[in-house]
């Protein structure tokens, strides 16, 4: 007979390993322990001993080669084996091998678990079947296939999914009858399947002790404080109701279940999943990862007053020369730095170390999310633009970005970008320069917020400008006085009339 | 502070005044069962480290290079005091009549833990860094007010905290140090300085001993030679003398992890040939056979039977490895509480269910190698 080894898991939840080197040749006699083989997993070399005595028949594995957990790395014939039994060896050992590992392994499934009789049979008519060949291995079978990952990984597929639902619990202790909260849960749910939900049931531990003893089992209880907390009240009812009229369930109208919990945060996604890194992540992430690392960053702030810009814009969304427009604060802030820029030629450049260049044209980048990630198409020539014609640029840049339809050419060579994290309800932030350029201008939301016109506090519409810049050519003086300026034109947009 | 040293490593005993009586006090066959205590433990270690390389067990911690520390404290202990070991205690545990069936158990992931507590006065293997000092003051609290109520046994009963370098850097450490002092609580700290806390060397950790520790929490510290099985006694045992109905002691017991931390541990990444060739020629059970030749309490026949025993333990351990069967779903929740929980059997359901939405093994037909 012949006895396999097969590679076992040698550190914690290894895969794989390389063979690097055989220790043993074909015909070598090997004693129990014996090393054979040096692997190299993920975490170290490792010697491997041999569980068996005798000769070695084969070297399955090639140096060099990486294999599965459970894989066969050598067979060794067993001392005084003889030659008679040594045909189909190989065919014989594996199938042993097999044997012995189903049969083990169906032995765990089947202990906790009625509906595993079927299987247990099946396992103990295939060893009868295989016959000679599993006793003989009887005794190294349990060695090759009964480790804890010695095994060739078999994975059964599901045929259905787990759901608490399913639980039969019709032999679980009695539940006392609903009461409170729970009373129409009875009536419209199955209630077996919420029972983890239940036993999750958020109390205070004061609110516990009270249950306790109180006799109210805090699980039974759907909470009527916040976020579903069973609160005192909910405690000193149902004790009240316990007392009243035990066993009868008080009809109150209920919260609706909360949703079963299956433990993942997404129940229908994977536990961990592997994303591959391409196209625009794999272009954003070198990006990124280039000007974070290679251009010192500069980040200003300032919280200014757009009230007027946002009646400016109320009376161009009536304007029928808009119509179909998008008239948003963004507009009025891509006017507000075209204009700033004329004024501060600094921010409107690129750094080449030995020099940088002043750019007399806005090339205006503005980010944009799209569903491939984030691209900044550029509106060419920006300056030229008049008012409307910003604004008709700005709505068919946004529809093709979210479309996917932006073409490389259209995300080429800006001078100058606007993020608009508005829309996403934020304020401030410090975005990375996009390549090539030295200013990229951060705009926050629109707010209602108090603030002091003429000594008094009134409600105006108030918003955070900001942005980040390359500190080698543009000082904090720049940068504050190109943002001011980006500012002023928002809070007095007036300023724009030529 | 040197270390407290009685056998060189070339197996010659040096006086010492406070510590030789102590040695001098034992009788040959506690002498010859020290002996047998490290080498039966040196060779069912390797054969639970050969077990895992071979898939047998999911993961092996290795005691090698610490047999003297572990033999001669636990030998300068009582039967009934307790001990709260970490995961390296094997000699400890082989001591203390756990079998090398039990003691791989939990390395199988086919129990918890591989015995019970109560019936060696030996903890399961805490994997929990430090978790063994809390759990050791806190029982020695227990006796401390057993003894205060009149029970006669707890009088003058001790606890064994085992803890390693690595742990000492824990706040458990430091909490347990504070209460067993402010208490003065009977517990013998047992650190075993093994030098390295996976790669992290002890000097990293500890800038200076770490039984100077000690005089922080207001009790004594000493620095014993672990690899000097009986010095690590003579330590033990004078400290526990004192600890019995007084307050705590710190013993830093330095010593070296020949192998790796577990068997998912590389230790050629991060420490040199040459560190471990030289704590080799410290070895524990060498300089201790030298010795017990030169005096006459050993022979060759002696020997033999003792690696004979030793043999037959590991390939006992070999042979019926594969008996201890995974716990079953059912066991794993039933001995959760003493009484029925319905929590419990609320997810025992749940687990059962999900277990049996799986399709038949289709190896099961035995034609899965073809």
Redesign the interface.
Known sequence: MVDT????????GLTEAEVVSWRVAVGDTVA??DIVVEIETA?????????FAGEVRELVVAEGETIEVGSPLIRIRAEGADDEDDADDA?DA??A???A??T??????A???G?GE??RD??AG??G??GSSSGASSDSG???G?????D?P?R???????D?G????SD??PMPAPAGGVAGVAADQPRHGR??AE?VAKASPPVRALAKRLGVAV?ELVGSGREGQVTRDDVERRAQQKKAAPGEAPAEPTTPPEPAFNGKLRPDAEREERIAVRGVRKATAANVTDMAQNVPHVSVFKEIDVSRTMEVRAALRQDPSYEGLSVSPMLFAAKAIIWAARRNPQINSSWHESHYVLKNYVNLGIAAATPRGLVVPVIHEAQTFSTRGLAAAITQLTVDAREGRTTPAEMQGGTLSITNIGPLGLDGGTPILPPGQSAIVALGQVRKKPWVVDGHVVPRDVMTIGGSFDHRLIDGEHAGRFITDVGSVLEEPGLLID | MQPIQLLAPDGTLTEDETYSPYVDALDESTLRDLYRSMVVERRVDA?AT??????????WVQALGQEGAQAGTVTALRATDMIFPTYREHVMALHRGITPQQLVAQF??TAHSGWRPQDHRFNTYGVVLASQTLHATGWAMGIQRDAAAGVEAARDELVLACFGDGASSQGDVHESMVFASSYELPVLFFVQNNQWAISVPATTQARGPLADRAVGYGFEGVRVDGNDVLASYAVAARMAEQVRGGGPKLIESVTYRMGAHT????P??YRTADEVEEWGAKDPVARYSTWLRGRGLIDDAFIDAVEAEAQDLASDL?RTI?EL??V???E?FDTVYAE?H??I???K??????????????????????
């Open positions: 080894f097969n590679l076992p898991d040698v550190g914690e129990v322990n975490k170290s070399l490792v010697e491997l001993p041999v569980p065919e594996e199938e091998e097999h044997d590992g189903s083990t392994s169906t032995a765990t499934a202990s906790g678990d509906a079927s299987r099946a396992a295939s060893s079947t295989s349990a060695l090759t009964s480790g804890p990952k010695a060739a078999r059964r597929p599901r045929t259905r999914h787990a608490l399913l639980v039969d619990d679980l202790p029972d983890l036993m699980w | 054969e050969s077990l895992q390389r071979q898939g047998q067990l999911s993961l199988r992931a068997t998912a541990d590389d050629t990444k070999r594969h069967t995974p079953t779903l059912e794993n029925p319905r929590q059997e609320v997810e359901a749940w687990l059962r269910d999900y277990e049996a939405g799986f399709a038949e093994d289709s190896a099961a037909g035995g034609k899965g190698g073809a």
